[in-house]
């Protein structure tokens, strides 16, 4: 039994060396609420209840780093964080392209908004601000994101000069604007028949007020300096229904950024990597050539 144990606590510590984990708040978190208990994770590697929100680093072989960073969103309805399939997974897919990743744990529905917002924003402003330490540059820092994390890396991509995503602390001078942002079957919508209902009573609850759901309706917030985005949805998502993307996509399209959709006939919702549908499958290799045309990976 000790020996088992040993044996976890080596793996654990390996586990800890080999993906060092950043704090987003080190000098407090903002609202933080009292008597939290620790984070909850399943057998999946699924997190919920979180109250400590971080970064984890997942950085490329050694000698790969191109210089570029993505930072990475897990979906989950704003109310648990699928930090293994749609964190870990796409870390490691980005990592062979020699991206340096960073896997957001941001607060869910025990918070609402702006925390996950802040959170978000506070990720992108820490890997910025200390770019030279991650060798990453900081004019190559992009966003991923699916489901609601789609959603989380959409608010990045047009809200991250909000005054909702800042606290006052200092780190609010750095620039959160990502440098480009891949959405899959992303939640956009925050009001009209095609929202999905999960992702907005978790984040602004049930009855938003016209003001919040026009906010973080995010096809809304797009302008000619949102960054350029590439988007992955299937026809047949019966969670979130395409016209979330399309939105999105029509509104990149108004507002002249360089756009590139990808829509499936089959693959359901939260395919990630694990697509069943030979075409959806294909969408990592499709991301990469769009990342090569930008010259954000070679």
């Not at 407090?28 to 680093?57: C, F, N, W």
């Not at 506070?122 to 994390?149: K, N, W």
């Not at 996509?249 to 950024?257: D, E, M, N, S």
């Amino acid at each position: 039994m000790l020996r088992l144990v040993a044996l976890f606590l080596t793996a654990a510590m390996l586990s800890a060396a080999e993906h060092p984990v950043i704090p987003l708040w080190p000098e407090g978190i903002p609202g933080v609420k009292p008597h939290t208990a620790p984070d909850h994770v399943d057998a999946t590697g699924r997190i919920s209840e979180v109250h400590e929100p971080t970064l984890t680093v997942w950085a490329p072989a050694p000698g790969q780093a191109n210089g570029t960073a993505v930072v990475i969103c897990p979906g989950g309805g704003y109310a648990i964080l699928s930090a293994e399939r749609e964190g870990a997974r796409y870390a490691e897919w980005l990592n062979g392209l020699g991206v340096t990743c960073f896997v957001v744990k941001s607060r869910l529905k025990e918070y609402g908004h702006p925390a996950p917002l802040r959170d978000v924003l506070r990720a992108l402003r820490i890997v910025r601000s200390r770019a030279a330490e991650f060798g990453v540059d900081p004019h190559r820092i992009g966003i991923i994101g699916s489901s609601a994390g789609g959603h989380l890396a959409s608010c990045a991509a047009t809200l991250y000069d909000h005054a909702d995503g800042k606290t006052g602390a200092a780190l609010d001078a750095v620039s959160a604007r990502p440098d480009f942002a891949l959405l899959l079957y992303p939640v956009i919508l925050m009001e009209g028949p095609h929202i999905h209902r999960g992702s907005r009573d978790n984040l602004i609850s049930a009855h938003p007020t016209p003001e919040l759901a026009a906010l973080l309706s995010t096809d809304r917030q797009v302008t000619p300096a949102t960054p350029p985005t590439f988007l992955v949805h299937a026809e047949d998502d019966a969670t979130v229904p395409i016209e979330n993307t399309l939105d999105f996509y029509a509104a990149l399209r108004r507002a002249k950024v360089p756009a590139e959709m990808h829509l499936y006939e089959k693959g359901g919702h939260g395919f990630a990597m694990e697509a069943k549908h030979v075409p959806t499958a294909q969408w990592p290799q499709r991301a990469e050539t769009w990342l090569r045309s930008h010259g954000w990976i070679k």
